[in-house]
């Protein structure tokens, strides 16, 4: 297998789930497609420590954080399939690359 875990969905949710992953020292691949569904939005509000701050800011910054782990890798791009096969999961990427995992986590909207 190429990774312990493939995260459709390099969002809050996606980084969040890296992050503990990164920790325990499983290789991951964050696969986003850059979508963010609060990408119109100038500020965020009510979130400890980064109220008022633009969303762009937020997630940046965690995606620098989480990739401080170095058994984290971050790919842009869009997952368009996710097959089961012996052992894990096959997901295909829209450019046409494949990778795979034993477990697939989907954090996408
Ligand atoms: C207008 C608006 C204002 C908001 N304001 C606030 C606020 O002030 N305070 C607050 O706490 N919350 C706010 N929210 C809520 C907050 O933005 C969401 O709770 C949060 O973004 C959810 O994070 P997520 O990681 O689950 O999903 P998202 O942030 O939506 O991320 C999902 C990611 O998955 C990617 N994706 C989807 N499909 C694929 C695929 N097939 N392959 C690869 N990647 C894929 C997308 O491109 C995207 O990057 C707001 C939401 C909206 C819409």
Do not use: W
Request: charged fraction near 20%; aromatic fraction near 6%.
């Amino acid at each position: 297998m190429d990774f312990d875990v493939i995260i459709i969905g390099g969002s809050y949710a996606g980084l969040s789930a890296a992050l503990t992953l990164g920790r325990a020292t499983r290789n991951v691949l964050v696969i986003d497609a850059g979508k963010l569904c609060n990408r119109q939005t100038p500020h965020s509000h009510n979130f400890l420590t980064h109220d008022g701050h633009k969303p762009a800011d937020i997630s940046k910054a965690a995606k620098a954080e989480v990739l401080e782990y170095p058994t984290v890798r971050f790919l842009e791009g869009k997952a368009i399939s996710a097959i089961q096969i012996d052992g894990g999961f096959n997901v295909g990427i829209e450019n046409g690359e494949n990778f795979t995992a034993r477990k697939i986590l989907l954090a996408q909207v």
